[in-house]
């Protein structure tokens, strides 16, 4: 999904058990909370307020015992199960809610004050390639594309542009800008400004940092 | 079909596909930032639309969706042979996300430039999508 890969939870509950879903997500959870909040971040009351906003805790069907009793090492199964459910769940939302705050940070600031990652301004072109995760780009020059990397994208580059130039207008949204498309071996953009610009990267590659990448690069 | 890992939408599966498609498409467009939306299929022909009165043509939107899936498609088949997934694009005034659902596209119009406009009505579209996707798991198998 944009703006970082969306866990697919269901596809993880089908295959692994679910306190290993769990630690999956606390980890995505804290390692997108570092990213926005700098690395003063205080997991543990991070983990407090995620153990807090458990709703079903504990479950009555299962556990007579009062709350102050719970806890995850109880020896009620189903009823472990259910709680690490409800928490994945809060989690989920906590990503999803990091994710949509992080990329809005990183695509709408113009100058905005310092971010670790606006350090990548200084970056040149041809250093994206270079920068882990990103596999190629594509520069259209004055005189013509240019691809940098292994991958060739001139072709889709120049063909997508016209077909999105042409179109897009036509259709009455506006100008073409900017173009974010996913495939399964990364994410690939498209943004038009000083210098027409198509980045390939890695899936593990935070879209939010791509775009910025690719919005500074051609500005 | 894989299921999206968000609920659906539109809980009420009563009716026909088209009024199901509808009843979902109208409840998207009723989001704030969402401008309007449709349903079109590979060809680029209309399945549903929501986009209110004398904004876009749905039907030139309907035939650009189908023009640039079928890019696209094409492209990421030549690439590594996955599919197409999910696009957006982004003008000067507005932006536009393209997400498949089976053998359908969800064109979703959304406020404001960049892609910040996608990312606050994600969950949102995620949620129709898995309606569409369910509806059409029950109607095709």
Redo the contacts between chains.
């Keep these: 999904m944009l703006g970082g890969r969306v866990l697919d939870v269901d596809l993880l509950l089908e295959e692994r058990e679910v306190h290993e879903v769990h630690d999956i997500l606390l980890r995505e959870a804290v390692r997108l909370a570092r990213e926005l909040e700098g690395e003063d971040f205080d997991v543990g009351k991070f983990e407090a307020q995620v153990d807090n906003s458990r709703e079903y805790y504990p479950n009555p069907k299962f556990c007579k015992l009062p709350p102050t009793f719970c806890s995850a090492n109880c020896p009620i199964e189903e009823c472990v199960r259910i709680k690490m459910l409800s928490e994945i769940e809060i989690l989920r939302q906590i990503i999803s809610d990091y994710r949509r705050r992080i990329f809005q940070k990183v695509t709408s600031a113009p100058e905005g004050p310092p971010h670790p990652q606006r350090k990548i301004k200084k970056l040149e072109l041809e250093d994206l390639v270079r920068k882990e995760g990103v596999i190629a780009l594509t520069v259209k020059y004055p005189d013509g594309w240019r691809d940098m990397g292994k991958v060739k994208l001139s072709t889709v580059s120049s063909e997508l542009t016209a077909l999105l130039d042409e179109h897009l207008k036509n259709v009455g949204i506006g100008e073409f800008r900017a173009a974010l498309l996913h495939l399964s071996v990364g994410t690939y953009i498209i943004c038009k400004g000083k210098f027409l610009l198509g980045v390939l990267a890695a899936p593990f590659v935070r879209e939010g940092l791509l775009f910025l990448w690719a919005k500074e690069a051609a500005s | 079909m894989k299921?999206d890992?968000y609920a659906p939408l539109d809980r009420d599966f009563t009716g026909d596909v088209q009024m199901v498609f509808k009843r979902t498409l109208d409840k998207l467009t009723e989001e704030k930032g969402i401008l309007g939306c449709l349903l079109v299929d590979c060809e680029g022909l209309v399945v549903s639309e929501s986009l209110g009165s004398g904004?876009?043509?749905p039907e030139?939107?309907a035939a650009?969706a189908g023009?640039?899936t079928n890019?696209?498609e094409h492209?990421?088949g030549e690439?590594?042979g996955?599919p197409?997934?999910?696009?957006?694009?982004?003008?000067?005034?507005?932006?536009?996300a393209i997400r498949k659902v089976g053998c359908l596209y969800l064109v979703v119009?959304l406020k404001g430039?960049?892609?910040?406009g996608?990312?606050?009505n994600?969950?949102t579209i995620?949620e129709a999508v898995a309606t569409i996707a369910m509806m059409l798991q029950r109607t095709c198998g």
Excluded: H, N
């Excluded at chain 2, 430039?113 to 910040?116: N, T, Y």
């Design positions: 299921q890992v904004r876009k043509d030139e939107v650009l023009m640039l890019f696209l492209w990421f690439m590594d996955s197409f997934d999910q696009c957006v694009l982004s003008t000067d005034s507005s932006s536009m119009f430039s960049g892609l910040s996608y990312m606050a994600i969950v995620s």
